[in-house]
Every structure is written in structure tokens, then in C-alpha cells.
């Protein structure tokens, strides 16, 4: 069983600075695109950033704040975020989209998804 663990989410001040760091547990031998996602209260599920064959893309709300890397030796995807705000309080979760795996003997292709960890930015 692969799963991805969240790490590094907290209280900061605005203005301040985050990094989150996603860890799976298994091999992931390949995916379609690895990153974040946030959920605010009330609020629907929303991509922050993310890791493609063809390179990174952002939300337009955090593009020159966040930043979304792979650790490939440690099989980790970061995100640091900086100049953090108010509207950037959110549970993040980090995603692994059609990912290969193998487990107990067999190939398996999913999406797999932390358990999230919380983000709250005071002003």
C-alpha cells in the first residue's frame, strides 16, 4: 500500500514563510502530475501548485509565493510558501495523479491523496 504523508503545515504570521513536504511511502514509479491542493472551510478543493513531465504550473493566487519542487532520491514533493496571507489558511493536501505503483505483486494506477495538514495564517 503506497500513501502520501503531509508534513510542515502550522501558524504563522502573515508575511511569513512555510515549507510543506510530502513523503510517499512506497515506490511511485511514474505519474501523470504530483502537487498541492487546499480546501478552505466552505469552500471547494483547489490546485495550488503542481509537477508535470512539462514542468510546474500555479494558481494564479499564489504564482511568486509558492514554490513546488521534487526530492526524487528522497521520493518527496515540497512546496515553500512564502509571503504567506489570511487567504492562504487552508488544509493542504498533497496528490500523486495516475500514479504507477507496485504492490503485494501487482500494477496498479491511481490517484492517491494525503491526509492533509493544516495551514493557518494569521493577520
Known amino acids: 500500500q503506497v500513501q502520501l504523508v503531509e508534513s510542515g503545515g502550522g501558524l504563522v504570521q502573515a508575511g511569513g514563510s512555510l515549507r510543506l513536504s510530502c513523503a510517499a511511502s512506497?515506490?511511485?514509479?511514474?505519474?501523470?502530475?504530483m502537487g498541492w491542493y487546499r480546501q478552505a472551510p466552505g469552500k471547494q478543493r483547489e490546485l495550488v501548485a503542481a509537477?508535470?513531465?512539462?514542468?510546474?504550473n500555479y494558481a494564479d493566487s499564489v504564482k511568486g509565493r509558492f514554490t513546488i519542487s521534487r526530492d526524487n532520491a528522497k521520493n518527496m514533493v515540497l512546496l515553500q510558501m512564502i509571503s504567506l496571507k489570511p487567504e492562504d489558511t487552508a488544509v493542504y493536501y498533497c496528490?500523486?495523479?495516475?500514479?504507477?505503483?507496485?504492490?503485494?505483486?501487482?500494477?496498479?494506477?491511481?490517484?492517491?491523496w494525503g491526509q492533509g495538514t493544516q495551514v493557518t495564517v494569521s493577520s
Open positions: 512506497g515506490r511511485i514509479f511514474s505519474f501523470n502530475a
Open positions: 509537477i508535470t513531465s512539462g514542468g510546474s
Open positions: 496528490n500523486a495523479k495516475d500514479a504507477l505503483t507496485y504492490v503485494a505483486g501487482t500494477w496498479n494506477r491511481k490517484d492517491y
